[in-house]
Nanobody, 125 residues
Framework: QVQLVESGGGLVQAGGSLRLSCAAS????????MGWFRQAPGKEREFVAH????????YYADSVKGRFTISRDNARNTVYLQMNSLKPEDTAVYYC??????????????????WGQGTQVTVSS
């Protein structure tokens, strides 16, 4: 069992930066692959970024590639999402997710077993 708690969201102007954190409790965090997803009002939840259990592999949605960076600190049981050059279209609730068995379908939200409660990110123009 893994509990996930996101933090770091807020209001920022376009072009600004935020760093989201996702703190995990429970055993074997270091064996879980982690993902970030987001959901804007009236839209479906969408994939943002994924990191393997070791941190050796990362994947990004095309919309955030080059602007966002996912990382993890297994000693602190935490995964991060550094978001730079933010745009109004990045406004959404951001969720972290975890699963021990993610394969190639890392972009599909139904592949993740554990979810946090979400943190709001609002980018003003």
């Amino acid at each position: 069992q893994v509990q996930l708690v996101e933090s770091g969201g807020g209001l920022v102007q376009a072009g600004g930066s935020l760093r989201l954190s996702c703190a995990a409790s429970g055993r074997a965090f270091s064996s879980y692959a982690m993902g970030w997803f987001r959901q804007a009002p009236g839209k479906e939840r969408e994939f943002v970024a994924h990191i393997s259990w070791s941190g050796g592999s990362t994947y990004y949605a095309d919309s955030v590639k080059g602007r966002f960076t996912i990382s993890r600190d297994n000693a602190r049981n935490t995964v991060y999402l550094q978001m730079n050059s933010l745009k109004p279209e990045d406004t959404a609730v951001y969720y972290c997710a975890a699963d021990p068995y993610i394969g190639l379908s890392y972009w599909k939200d139904d592949q993740y077993k554990y979810w946090g409660q979400g943190t709001q990110v609002t980018v003003s123009s």
